[in-house]
Each structure stands twice: as structure tokens, then as C-alpha cells.
């Protein structure tokens, strides 16, 4: 399995609304990571986990929270978001090390606010 | 400051025609190199990365990228364009921990004409 699965695919929700991204990987890859990516723009680093520890987050605003629950998972909490933070969110896992070294990404969530 | 530079923002190639997208790179430790594919609306596929060793690397797809330490390059290349080649291409570069960010050029967006 040489994948990273994001849940859902599409999303649109209000800006009162609590949901969830999910992203999975069973590739045993240590490090995960969660980015932004606007229309015809590089993605932007939010999240980095390493061994299910947050190593980076880059001043991303509270109404963002990640979870990293278990190796194999992450998550991004969303709640009282603006119709600006409208974006793709992409999921990106890195691993196993050396020369087999990769970064899988996701096929993404289409995030919508309304 | 770690930086990667896309000096083209948009190229168009005749179907069956070379290509080359330029990557300059700028960076403290080293490298590790990756350049990306994206289609609209979809995730970011892995074309080719660059670790160590051979400097000319293959990928996917027929590209192929070569490094140039001296230059600070990474440059992608492939021999003859075929039209389903027309998509975003992002150069990225990061360290060698897992846990690191990957830092992206902001992006080639590629045309192919019949």
C-alpha cells in the first residue's frame, strides 16, 4: 500500500460548523503533514507531526486543531471558519528513510465555507 | 534563507516538442530535491526525487531532472511532450529529518498545443 487516503474528498460547511479532515497512510512513514493549498498557489505548510508529536505549526489560527491519534493517522479539526480558509487541504506523509525516502501526498479535501 | 525559484510562471510546448522547467534552489544543509505534478483539483504526484548519487535522475512518466550542485538547479526535463503533460509542476526542496518541512516553488503551470 504505497497510499495516503483523505476523507472526505469534498467538503462544504458554514461558518458555525464542526467537522473533520482524516488522512491515513499504512506505509509506516514517522512523519505526517497537513497543507493549504489555494487556487494556482504552491501548498502552504500548516502541521507537522513526528512520531505523533506536533513538530511544527506554522501560526496557523486556533479554529485550525490537528490530531495525531496513532502513526497512521491524522487529523484536521475545523470549527468557526472563514469563507477565506476555503481551500484545498492536502495530507502528505514522509518516509521510511535513506534513499527509499518519499513524501506521498493525499488526493486532497476540497474545502468549501459558506 | 531557504528558498526555491520557479522563473517560469507559464510555458507552452508544442505536443512532441522537449521540455524543460527550471528549479534554482537555495538552501542551507543538503538538499533534498522532489518535483511535483498536479492536475486541477487533484493532490501532488511524486515525478522524481533527488537524494544523492547519480545527479541525472528518471522518473515517472518519461521526465527526468538533473542536479547541478554548482548551479543550485534542478532542472526537469523530458524529451517529447504529450498533451495529457499539461498540468501545475512544483519544484520542492527539503532536509534530510523526516520531521522537516518540504519548501515549494510557487509553480510552472504547463500548456501543451496540438
Known amino acids: 500500500d504505497t497510499e495516503v487516503t483523505q476523507t472526505p474528498k469534498h467538503l462544504v460547511m458554514g461558518m458555525t460548523n464542526k467537522k473533520s479532515l482524516k488522512c491515513e497512510q499504512h506505509m509506516g512513514h514517522r512523519a505526517m503533514y497537513w497543507y493549504k493549498q489555494k487556487a494556482k498557489k504552491p501548498p502552504e505548510l500548516m502541521f507537522v507531526?513526528?512520531?505523533?508529536?506536533?513538530?511544527i505549526n506554522e501560526s496557523v489560527p486556533s479554529r485550525f486543531s490537528p490530531e495525531c491519534p496513532n502513526s497512521s493517522l491524522l487529523n484536521l479539526h475545523l470549527h468557526a471558519l472563514q469563507p477565506e480558509d476555503s481551500a484545498l487541504y492536502l495530507c502528505a506523509s514522509r518516509g521510511p528513510g535513506g534513499l527509499n525516502e518519499k513524501l506521498f501526498f493525499g488526493s486532497g479535501t476540497q474545502l468549501s465555507v459558506l | 534563507a531557504q528558498s526555491v525559484t520557479q522563473p517560469d510562471i507559464h510555458i507552452t510546448v508544442s505536443e512532441g516538442a522537449s521540455l524543460e522547467l527550471r528549479c534554482n534552489y537555495s538552501y542551507g544543509a543538503t538538499p533534498y530535491l522532489f518535483w511535483y505534478v498536479q492536475s486541477p483539483g487533484q493532490g501532488l504526484q511524486l515525478l522524481l526525487k533527488y537524494f544523492s548519487g547519480d545527479t541525472l535522475v528518471q522518473g515517472i512518466k518519461g521526465f527526468e531532472a538533473e542536479f547541478k550542485r554548482s548551479q543550485s538547479s534542478f532542472n526537469l526535463r523530458k524529451p517529447s511532450v504529450h498533451w495529457s503533460d499539461a498540468a501545475e509542476y512544483f519544484c520542492a526542496v527539503g532536509a534530510e529529518q523526516a520531521g522537516t518541512a518540504l519548501i515549494f516553488g510557487k509553480g510552472t503551470t504547463l500548456s501543451v498545443s496540438s
Open positions: 507531526y513526528s512520531y505523533e508529536k506536533l513538530s
